[in-house]
């Protein structure tokens, strides 16, 4: 195989036409990637060809054997993907996020507001965002301030900043391993 570089240069008004002519290949080459490639193929295949073999032998051996998984039913409250859940378990569900899980994990993407109709009230969501004091401002002198908590104001974080988050999660952990692995409880 024969590769050809056409180069054009100008130098004062004259173009010079260079041409380089090269035999790159030779037909020991080409036959040495010839069976480099079928040897690709052929590998490719044959792994192919084992690993479906190989998860058809599985399935057979799982088959033959019984032990296939089969789905409980539950007594869910609801009857399907587009079925609505049980307000009253959803308002219990909120209030031991409330007592239990908002001291370390918080939802700030939900508002007080989401919860009228589902949960709550609008009454009843008024006083539970009442209660919270929601930092506000800036007030005249560019102060920030308290305030009780609206319908559409998001719910608090329990840490003011994500990095004081990590820092607790870390303190955590540390006292966790501390218990566990040195003293043994």
């Given amino acids: 195989m024969t590769s050809t570089i056409l180069c054009r240069t100008?130098?004062?008004?004259?173009?010079?036409?260079?041409?380089?002519?090269?035999?790159?290949?030779?037909?020991?080459?080409?036959?040495?990637?010839?069976w480099k490639r079928l040897a690709y193929q052929l590998g490719g295949g044959l792994l192919t060809v084992g690993s479906l073999g190989y998860a058809w032998a599985h399935s057979q051996a799982l088959h033959a054997?019984?032990?296939?998984?089969?789905?409980?039913?539950?007594?869910?409250?609801?009857r399907g993907p587009f079925d609505s859940l049980d307000h009253a378990s959803v308002r219990r569900g909120f209030e031991v996020y409330k007592q239990v899980c908002a001291a370390c994990h918080s939802m700030k993407f939900l508002s007080y507001r989401h919860l009228v109709g589902v949960t709550h009230t609008e009454a009843e969501a008024k006083a539970l965002a009442a209660q919270d004091q929601i930092t506000d401002g800036p007030d005249d002198q560019g102060n920030m301030f308290q305030r009780p908590g609206k319908l559409t104001d998001y719910m608090p974080a329990p840490y003011p900043n994500d990095k004081v988050s990590t820092l607790n999660y870390f303190i955590r952990k540390e006292i966790r391993f501390f218990l566990v692995y040195i003293l043994g409880c």
């Fill in 10 to 34: 100008s130098r004062q008004n004259q173009q010079i036409l260079v041409y380089i002519i090269r035999n790159s290949s030779t037909s020991s080459t080409q036959t040495s990637i010839r």
């Fill in 65 to 78: 054997s019984g032990n296939k998984a089969h789905l409980v039913p539950l007594p869910w409250s609801f």
